[in-house]
């Protein structure tokens, strides 16, 4: 007898949630440390997190900071639909201290392939229920002296997160 699994791109709301639960650990801690955005701001991030978690719609979220558009620090949460994630970390382990002076925050999303294969009328329709409004824009560049690394892993029921860190501060 042969068994074989197929994953598909969605997740449970609940397998959601707890993904998103994580990244709004790292968030508030942002929030907490740096008060650069607004606790507004963070609630509506998460909810667009588990929102395209859920749906089966994220690719990656980057959240971090820019100076003069540059980007400075940045955590890129990167979805695996596919079970190659199965570690389970505690969110947190953001660096204190560092020199934002000059700095706003900023957000980028990229959608998967499940999001662009909607028509464009069922984008819009999902766009609309989400709380963060996206312009469309380019990816902001990185910091040349920036240093990049993979720390964390947040997983459930197959479904995964991994969370790089980049740094030029």
């Known amino acids: 007898m042969t068994q074989s699994l197929t994953r598909s791109a969605t997740a449970s709301r609940t ?4 993904l998103g639960s994580k990244i709004a650990g790292d968030l508030w801690l942002l929030y907490f440390l740096y008060k650069k955005t607004s606790e507004q701001y963070v609630r509506d991030h998460i909810t667009e997190a588990v929102e395209l978690i859920a749906n089966g719609y994220l690719r990656s979220l980057d959240y971090g900071f820019k100076r003069n558009g540059i980007v400075i620090f940045r955590l890129r949460y990167e979805v695996h639909w596919d079970g190659s994630v199965s570690r ?7 660096r204190a201290g560092m020199n934002l002076e000059g700095a ?12 662009f294969a909607l028509t ?4 819009a329709a999902f766009d609309a229920k989400l709380p963060v409004k996206r312009n469309g824009a380019d990816e902001p560049p990185l910091a040349a002296n920036g240093v990049s690394s993979a720390d964390r892993q947040y997983a459930k029921n197959g479904t995964g997160v991994s969370r790089t860190v980049f ?3």
Not at 15 to 18: G, H, L
Not at 88 to 94: A, K, P, R, T, V
Not at 105 to 113: D, E, G, Q, T, V
């Open 167 to 169: 740094n030029a501060t």
């Open 88 to 94: 389970d970390d505690e969110c947190g382990d953001i």
């Open 104 to 115: 706003t925050a900023y957000s980028y999303l990229s959608p998967n392939s499940n999001y």
């Open 120 to 123: 464009t009328e069922q984008q």
């Open 15 to 18: 397998d959601a949630e707890y």
